[in-house]
């Protein structure tokens, strides 16, 4: 991870330039990386099974100003062939969801009977219905008791405008909303359902999480977000809505319209 030889600007070209989603790393940090004397490299976490290798490294930078900057990198297999793909993250917490996203979608997968409940003889079209409806039950249930949040004063406002530059739907929040976030000074990310289905006759994942924001009126605003596969391709997609209600709607749909 540390190579002795490689000068800092090397290793900072080499890690931006393979990164899948290095376009959506502040523009404020990236300026500020171009001012880093030195970096150190070290293993964060790992983990390791029969369908997922996902390494997470944690890159550390001493700049020119004498401050410090860390940036949370995932690497792993599930790229095409099991090729290995590699994702940069400001906040650790972030990289935590996309670990944990990695590993709900490929230690949780089961067969379409499993997730039907039906026996073997049970007839087809009965069985795909059951299963549909129990898909969409669970979209829809009530999620669990959360703990209290725990909000983090870091970068929150430019945290919420990464989220909703990369959400695809064209319902997704607004100017409006976005200027609202501009006076976010900290954020919570909490985990609000996941499970790894099968709609369609093909594997599905659907994550649920909730970006919650306090402004520095000390008002609360909450954004909730719907990663899934549920393409025509299988690649992952991100949605933003600004209730958890509408979400969840949005994942029944997904997982009836494929």
Known sequence: MNDPYETTETHLERLLGRALNSFDLPDTMVDRLESALAHDSSLHSSHHSAALHRTTYRHAYLLADGSSLTLWELVHNSGRGGARQHELYVDESEARLAASRLC?????????????????????????????LELLGRLLAAPPAVPARRYVPDDSADHARRLLRRAENPDRPGEDTARLLRAAFAHHIGQAFGRQCLADARDA?????????????GTELSLWEVEHTATPDGRHMCEVYEDERTAREAMEFRARVR
């Open 104 to 132: 709900s979608e490929h230690g949780g997968r089961t067969g379409h009977a499993a997730i039907s409940g039906a026996a073997p003889e049970a007839d087809p079209d009965t069985e795909g219905l059951d299963a549909e």
């Open 205 to 217: 994942g659907f994550t649920l999480y909730e970006h919650a924001f306090l402004l520095l009126d």
